[in-house]
């Protein structure tokens, strides 16, 4: 994952790359928001150090052009011009930590693998669904009922009343469903379920 600096201003863009890199971090840095936006490339990931106050666009423009644009990276802004309601108003907007210069590595260091690890944990949790939708888009109509109806915690005697088949049928659809999810166990399915329904929210 990479840490992408956008700052106008040389010499903090270059000693904070020095710094972060002597860290162990991979690093991109820009001299503007535009171009960064230009440089970006859909598949990366990490998160953004933001000056908030820069020529041309702004970080906090910078922050809604990256949301409209599905660009999904925890947002840092870092700022010699801060204070506690403008502050406030970043982080409301979306922004992970508002931090004024000169932050102190430490400070900084932790704010960034904190931003690094909930990359990390949405990714994960974007791969299950995906992997999840890809197994439940071989069921049919049926096996979809009946799946959501064994996900619920019914019986198949239960669901045979509730969609007016028979037992045999219910066993017969549950067999399919559970091989067409590679779901092992009644558990796996719920698992399955549950990850299709955490990416619709």
Not at 18 to 33: D, I, K, M, P, R
Not at 100 to 110: N, S, T
Not at 173 to 197: G, N, Q, S
Request: a negative charge.
């Amino acid at each position: 994952m990479t840490v992408f600096l956008v700052d106008d201003d040389a010499a903090v863009r270059d000693a904070l790359a020095l710094f972060l890199e002597g860290e162990g971090l991979t690093v991109e840095s820009y001299a503007s928001a535009e171009a960064f936006l230009a440089a970006w490339k859909r598949g990366q990931s990490g998160c953004a150090v933001i000056d908030l106050r820069m020529s041309g666009m702004d970080g906090m423009q910078l922050m809604e052009e990256m949301s409209g644009r599905g660009i999904l990276l925890p947002v840092i802004f870092l700022t010699g011009y801060g204070d506690i309601s403008t502050g406030v108003r970043a982080i409301k907007a979306g922004a992970v930590d508002f931090l004024i210069k000169p932050a102190p590595p430490a400070q900084l260091l932790e704010a960034i693998h904190s931003a690094l690890t909930t990359t990390a944990k949405t990714q994960s949790q974007a791969e299950m669904a995906y992997d999840a939708a890809s197994r439940l888009a071989g069921l049919s109509g049926r096996e979809r009922e009946v799946m959501a109806l064994l996900v619920e915690g019914l019986s198949n005697k239960e669901i045979a009343l509730r969609l007016g088949i028979s037992h045999r049928t219910v066993e017969i659809h549950k067999a399919h469903v559970m091989r067409k999810t590679e779901a092992r166990t009644l558990l796996d399915l719920i698992r399955i379920a549950k990850a299709v329904e955490g990416a619709k929210q």
